[in-house]
């Protein structure tokens, strides 16, 4: 049941249309900044391939131009 | 899902978006998040505990969540100065190495070329009995202990006690002989004390951060994020001057390359260019300065047993001045690749009374075959200038690894050094015997070996038992080739304490499990003269024992029980308490216990119950006694050295067998040799392997293809990597760069164990490869 935080970096002018993008999905929780373009998103699912087909569907968003992990937890496991 | 599973999960997002948060800050400076986002995790049954981080010398304050007797989490401590609750990708992820599934838990002894698990005292008894029976044999010095810059005070201390003062041997040196003793050098040579003048305040005051070889958004990059902040808010400027492009270039206001060796010759022509713009400040020089020159063509150390003693004579200002005639910017410009405009530039930057300069190093300038040379050579520009020991003006050497300040260089764990002193000085060896309660005569007066010298010692047979703890050398040190082969030799035998399984315990007759940072009490010293302190955390697995218990019982076992009368419990604190004895004083007197568990460290000299930040400027140094504003009381006559010291090439340089020229160093994931954070899946993950960056030009004329493998050979051995293009850094042309931290891709198999004759600290930024397609 992984968790993971991303840094969600838009493409120029991009930011609400990707904040938008990404709060569609269910399983995202997005944090945007206030004073500069990035978001943060913290990813929960039940599995890893659920995880890995999320972090596809999230690379494919157009308005999106680079994400980079920050950390994953594994849970209940590594409790 | 159960409540309690849904709150769990709760928190971890926290964490999670949290440890996101604190890595956007370390790239966005400032960067803001709505109030109710980050109104924190919620508690439940965490107790926070504060420490310094595991990882660098920067030195992070962190507060561990520990519940249930177990760490959960890692926060960056708001309270803490260094680093104001910031911490970067490492020190976030530093707990999730401890459950690694191969983390040395109990003793291995090697019988019939099989590790043994074997009971920790049977172990210890073992190692006591070895170490006794080599002494007895073949006299004190065939044994050698090994430490680190990354040991505890206490366990640098018991070293060094058990060594010089128990057996008497100075056959002690530590891992940071590869990373700071030219620092140790250059301050000693200029400054007569070690260690910086200033404080990380600095960042808050400078006009310019001058970086020299110093990539510091990977290798400090809480302090860069720091400076960036500062260049954000405030206009301050950052000029990167190194041989490679790096990150640390990209988020500059202007990167200036040289080629490697050559900074030594730019440090002169900016020197050169100050004194000939009249930028000098006179009555700083004047009052406060004296002129010296030392040996030339010093060698390099390349042959066993070599030996360099440096000679000092006085100089005057006029004779100084015709030296540089040599270096001017267009003579400089020639070789060393760096415009006419550019050193000019520089210079500018120095010599303009109205910016106040921050100059800092760390590798670049330290492993370098001149590398007290090139540290003096800085110090002269600040010294002519006056820039030194005041809020945002100073040079600022910083270190590597976490304690190497406060373990290897105060304590001293170096074959010459004592915690007071050096060796060689009567005063310094009484004073050690009378804390010790040891005979003086005990203590030889004379150094024995350096790191590099200590494995020659191992390969030619005359060590023949070696300890080494929280530290892989086997991997850290230069020419593996040779000190692989050496360490698996009938004739030595080894003992490796550490936390997890390492190349260098691979070649072990006996590991010794050793407890983690946090599963142990110590004191760390940083880059600024902090000392921080913190207690056990939580339990060690299985007979883990922290370091210096290990050596305590070991001396005890060998008969010098008496010389440590430390209970198991309270050891750490009862050895700070003995040691700091040693520092009394205004010039180094360090932080009572009390203060150093209330708060988040303390700077010395701690005098009258307060950091002292700005250590030679009478405004903020109570040690400063001679009546003016400045006072390098290092010195006997209170004046701080211009050393005349001149360009001399590199011990091998690129030629048409080997026309590369090979640097290494670290990348942000991975401490070090790797043996922690690649067992952290993030960072591992972030980083999996080595890899040898290239410049395009070079690959397209050698076919290579990012990614494909390439053969890296000097004369001492090679190395297989993946080649990297245009990826995380980018090489000038005709140089290549490889991180060491992967020890399946040994690329110290490559370097050279060339070292500066005067620090003895091996340069690992220059030697001569060929690279081909595999
Ligand atoms: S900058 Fe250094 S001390 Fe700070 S968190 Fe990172 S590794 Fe730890």
Known sequence: MPIKSYLAHPQEDKKQALFEALSKIEQCEVIPAKNEDLLIVVTDTNSQEEEDKLKKLMENIDSLKLLSMVSGFNTPKND | ?774
Request: aromatic content about 10%; hydrophobic content about 35%.
């Open chain 2, 1 to 774: 899902m159960n409540n309690t599973l849904t709150n769990r999960r709760s928190f971890i997002k926290k964490m999670a978006a949290l440890s996101a948060m604190t890595a956007a800050a370390s790239l966005f400076p400032g960067i803001l998040f709505a109030e109710e986002q980050i109104k924190g995790i919620p508690d439940g049954d965490l107790e926070w505990k504060k420490g310094p981080c595991r990882f660098c010398g920067v030195g992070c304050g962190i507060l561990v969540g520990v519940e249930n007797g177990k760490a959960v989490a890692v926060k960056g401590d708001p309270n803490s100065s260094v680093n104001k609750g910031l911490l970067c990708v490492k020190g976030y992820h530093q707990i999730m190495c401890i459950q690694a599934s191969d983390r040395l838990k109990y003793a291995l002894v090697k019988k019939n070329g099989k590790y043994v698990e074997t009971p920790l005292d049977e172990a210890l008894d073992l190692v006591a009995e070895k170490m006794k029976d080599t002494i007895e044999k073949h006299g004190k010095d065939s044994v050698a202990m090994y430490t680190s810059g990354q040991s505890t005070i206490p366990e640098g201390y018991v070293a060094s006690k058990f060594m010089k003062g128990a057996i008497g041997t100075n056959n002690l040196d530590c891992n940071a002989r590869l990373c700071m003793a030219s620092a140790v050098t250059g301050f000693l040579t200029t400054f007569g004390a070690d260690e910086p003048m200033g404080c990380y305040e600095d960042i808050d005051h400078a006009d310019y951060f001058i970086t020299w070889g110093n990539n510091m958004a990977e290798m400090h990059p809480v302090l860069f994020s720091r400076m960036l902040e500062q260049k954000n808010r405030r206009g301050a400027k950052i000029i990167d001057f190194a041989t490679r492009t790096t990150r640390s270039s990209m988020a500059s206001n202007k990167s200036i390359l040289f080629e490697p060796q050559t900074d030594l010759a730019v440090a002169n022509a900016i020197c050169y260019e100050i004194i000939k713009n009249g930028w000098v400040n006179k009555k700083f020089v004047e009052e406060h300065v004296n002129f010296n020159k030392g040996l030339t063509n010093i060698g390099y150390g390349l042959e066993d047993k070599f030996s360099f003693k440096d000679k000092a004579t006085k100089i005057n200002f006029e004779e100084y001045k015709a030296f540089l005639a040599d270096y001017t910017p267009e003579k400089v410009a020639k070789y060393s690749r760096v415009s006419v405009k550019d050193i000019k530039y520089l210079a500018a930057i120095y010599g303009d009374p109205n910016k106040k300069v921050v100059s800092y190093w760390c590798m670049g300038m330290n492993q370098h075959t001149r590398g007290t040379w090139i540290n003096n050579l800085v110090y002269n520009i600040h010294l002519l200038t006056g820039k030194i020991s005041q809020p945002g003006n100073g040079p600022f050497s910083l270190t590597g690894q976490p304690s190497a300040c406060g373990t290897a260089r105060e304590v001293g764990t170096f074959t010459h050094k004592l915690p007071k002193g050096v060796v060689t000085n009567k005063k310094h060896r009484e004073l050690a015997a009378k804390i010790w309660k040891v005979p003086v005569d005990r203590i030889p007066s004379k150094p024995t070996y350096h790191a590099t010298e200590m494995f020659r010692a191992v390969d030619r047979g005359d060590i023949k038992f070696i300890w080494t703890q929280v530290t892989n050398p086997l991997v850290s040190l230069p020419k593996t080739s040779r000190y692989r082969p050496a360490m698996e030799k009938e004739s030595c035998f080894v003992v490796v304490s550490d936390v997890f399984p390492t190349p260098t315990s691979d070649v072990a007759d006996v590991i010794l499990p050793a407890s983690w940072h946090i599963e142990k009490s110590g004191m760390y010293g940083n880059s600024e003269r902090r000392t921080q302190q913190w207690d056990k955390m939580i339990e060690g697995p299985g007979e883990t024992k922290p370091d210096a218990w290990m050596t305590i019982e070991v001396a005890k076992r060998m008969g010098y029980g008496d010389l440590f009368p430390y209970s198991e419990e309270n050891h750490a604190e009862e050895i700070y308490n003995e040691y700091i004895q040693f520092h009394k004083g205004a010039k180094h007197g360090m932080a009572p216990l009390e203060v150093l568990k209330e708060q988040s460290g303390a700077i010395w000299p701690y005098v009258n119950g307060k950091s002292t930040q700005w250590r030679f400027n009478a405004e903020y140094d109570p040690a400063c006694t001679n009546g003016k504003d400045f006072h390098f009381y290092g010195k006997k006559d209170g004046k701080a050295v211009i050393w005349q010291r001149p360009y001399e090439p590199a011990p091998e340089v690129p030629s048409a067998e080997y026309p590369f020229w090979l640097n290494t160093g670290r990348v942000i994931e991975h401490w070090h040799t790797g043996s922690m954070t690649r067992r952290i899946p993030v960072l591992h993950k972030a980083m999996p392997n080595a890899y040898l960056e290239l410049h395009p030009e070079d690959a397209k004329t050698l076919g290579i293809s990012n990614g494909e493998n390439v053969k890296v050979t000097s004369k001492r051995g090679s190395c297989i990597m993946p080649a990297s293009i245009n990826e995380r850094g980018l090489p000038t042309k005709g140089q290549v760069f490889a991180p060491f931290f992967d020890e399946n891709l040994m690329i110290n198999d490559v370097t050279i164990d060339a070292f500066c004759p005067i620090s003895k600290e091996p340069d690992y930024k220059k030697c001569a490869v060929k690279v081909e397609k595999v």
